[in-house]
């Protein structure tokens, strides 16, 4: 990079370049006065020489001026030098999430969740105010020493109803950007809930769901293909998990969750889920649990192991941390700061070093009218004008020692309500609480029925919709692997998929022909297969489900593709949802005939749902 065109912008020093964006280069700086450090983004000229984008600056700057949450860059202070316009911005002190996953070549699924419930916190309160991000990726997320992660680089975000940004632009990244940057449809929340799948998918693969040798056959992959099911790339990845990552990369927006509240939420239940799961099973278990201990602690961050980083060829020194982030000792070598960690130009546009003040707002640009009567200025965030990190002038020592009270009763009141959801969490659920979750599909609530109340009569049942899940699950698996030719299918797995096909239409039929499979494969010598036994078991449950069924002999094709359409419907995690659509399909079909055979199991099913809602409304936990 070249050296700083100026000495100065503004109250800062400039120092060495940092990174280069498609907006503009980013320079270490301080404050000259204060010697606060700080990144400067200089805006490139041919950038900035349009007034339409001297427009679009005015628009992001606001959005940067709403922006007050721990998971996001702050803003110092903007201005122009010399016509040169240009913004300062926290540091911050960390390693991108590319570098990791580059170096670590992929994270465990323990830490995805962590990492994207911090993203998902960072985004609400974005999306809350009307920003959204638009170009959301593992280069513009940095993870510092406590592995707490910053979302930076909001320089073509946009504010709902700011009609600056052509709907359609391609102004994203292409390998993470959702479908609908790449047409003239409009951007709303959810792209960038697109763009947070991708991240997790890269995370767990060790890369983004569509890459390809342009950015052209990267969008038509993106608008055309489904990414490799991640089950598929890492087997060890709860169902839950995969589950969310693939309705979070949907195409169509309306597919996918509505909020990142929403997400958060899933993702913070998942994690309890799993946790509690782990600590039941430990405690029904003292020897597995004296076994895994390393398993079983509940610690979710993983310490990157040690890797070679690649030299950016600027002054860098990594960052030290005590288990998580990167190791002391590993350096990019230099000459210059030992302080700084650099990006290179697909990193993101803001670094960071060292404390800086808390967050403040920031004076909007001049207006277009004003351009000619300075061409260089500089406005300082303002609250209650004072300096960042410092106190208002009108500020009063009691004043302060109420504030400081007021903290602390806000601490403790926190720290009281974590640990009453602690007390909760650890509770163990009543067997109806589990029961009613587990027909809606809720696999965590299955597994712990089965382990928690093995004698309750209701575990045959539970276990049926277990193996049902798992082996839709394995279809659905297959059938991916089979398409896409990643690994051959073995001759057992590829007559499983046969004799499952058509099943609903010919029970009989179907059951036959699952018999004649397990006549091969039920064999001592074949149960050494793990998978193999696995699909056994689900063979042998599946043929007795149909061989009940086995009076209505063939049904018509219509019922069938009812059927699924009730058991897709099972799968909602949401009960009220699952009566609902169960409710339409009896009300819509029940004086058909041919339908007879999905109406039955659709009030079946509904029949349960309303019964456990009444066990568990009159057996409260």
């Known amino acids: 990079m070249n050296s700083p065109p100026f000495e100065f912008l503004g109250p800062y020093r400039v120092g060495k370049p940092l990174g280069r964006g498609g907006m503009g280069t980013v320079f270490a700086a301080v404050h000259e006065k204060t010697k606060q450090p700080v990144a400067v983004k200089l805006i490139s000229d041919h950038v900035a020489d ?26 110092y202070g903007f201005g122009e030098e010399e016509g040169h316009l240009f913004y300062s911005m926290e540091l911050v002190q960390g390693e991108s999430l590319q570098k990791l996953i580059r170096r670590e070549k992929h994270l465990d699924w323990q830490t995805t969740i962590d990492v994207a419930i911090q993203i998902c916190g960072a985004l609400k309160h974005a999306h809350d105010i009307g920003v959204i991000h638009r170009d959301l990726k593992p280069a513009n997320l940095v993870v510092d020493e406590n592995w707490q992660v910053k979302l930076v680089d909001f320089g ?124 039941v099973a430990s405690e029904a278990s003292p020897t597995e649990a004296a076994l895994g ?105 009691a004043d302060r020692s109420f504030v400081g009270w007021a903290k602390i009763v806000c601490m403790a009141a926190v720290l009281f309500c974590g640990c009453v959801l602690f007390v909760w969490a650890m509770q163990t659920p009543s067997p109806d609480a589990l029961y009613l979750d587990s027909l809606t599909g809720d696999t965590t609530a299955m597994q712990a029925f089965l382990q928690l109340y093995p004698n309750d009569p209701r575990c045959t049942e539970v276990e049926d919709l277990q193996i049902g899940r798992k082996l839709r699950g394995v279809l659905n698996r297959l059938n991916a692997q089979a398409k896409l030719g990643i690994t051959e299918l073995s001759p057992s797995e590829e007559s499983f998929l046969s004799v499952m096909e058509g099943r609903e ?52 094709k219509r019922a069938g593709n009812l059927l699924k359409r009730v058991r897709k419907a099972l799968d909602s995690h949401d009960p009220e949802q699952t009566k609902r659509e169960l409710n339409a399909i009896i009300d819509t079909f029940g004086e058909i005939d041919w339908a007879n055979p999905a109406v039955e199991e659709a009030t079946r099913q509904r029949n349960q749902l309303d019964a456990a809602q009444e066990n568990k409304s009159a057996n409260p936990q």
């Not at 721990?70 to 803003?75: A, C, F, H």
């Not at 390809?212 to 055309?224: E, F, P, Y």
């Not at 030299?311 to 700061?337: F, I, M, N, W, Y």
């Open 505 to 556: 239409l010919n029970p009989t039929q179907a059951a036959g022909k699952i018999e004649q499979w397990l006549n091969i494969y039920r064999s001592d010598a074949q149960l050494s297969n793990l998978e193999l036994s696995e699909m056994i078991t689900m063979a042998e449950r599946e043929q007795q489900r149909l061989l009940k069924r086995a009076p209505l002999n063939a049904i018509d």
């Open 156 to 279: 073509i975000a946009k504010i709902f109803g700011d009609s600056n940004t052509v709907a359609g632009s391609l102004l994203g990244t292409a390998d993470y950007m959702a479908p609908e940057q790449a047409t003239s449809k409009g951007i709303t929340q959810r792209t960038d809930l697109y763009a947070l799948g991708s991240v997790m998918y890269a995370m767990l693969a060790g890369r983004a769901p569509f890459t390809g040798k342009s950015v052209t056959q990267v969008i038509n992959a993106l608008q055309r293909d489904r990414p490799v099911p991640i089950d598929l790339i890492r087997p060890d990845v709860p169902p839950e998990l995969v589950e969310l990552i693939h309705e979070l990369l949907e195409k169509a927006p309306e597919q996918r969750p509505p909020t990142a509240l929403a997400v958060m939420n899933r993702l913070k239940a998942m994690k309890a889920g799993l946790e509690r799961i782990r600590t």
């Open 50 to 75: 349009e007034a339409k984008f001297r427009r679009r600056f005015d628009a992001e700057i606001k959005s940067l001026q709403c922006l007050s949450h721990r998971g996001i860059v702050r803003i």
């Open 293 to 397: 201990d390393d398993d079983a602690t509940g610690e979710f961050l993983m310490p990157p192991s040690e890797g070679d980083r690649q030299d950016t060829g600027s002054d860098v020194r990594a960052l030290t941390s005590s288990t998580a982030a990167p190791r002391q000792g590993e350096e990019l070598h230099s000459a210059g700061s030992d302080d700084l960690v650099i990006v290179s130009p697909e990193e993101p546009t803001v670094l960071s070093v060292g404390h800086l003040g808390p967050t403040r707002l920031v004076e909007s640009i001049a207006n277009d009218e004003h351009e000619d009567t300075s061409k260089t200025h500089f406005q300082t965030v303002t609250d209650a004008h004072s300096e960042p990190g410092g106190v208002a002038s009108g500020q009063t020592l």
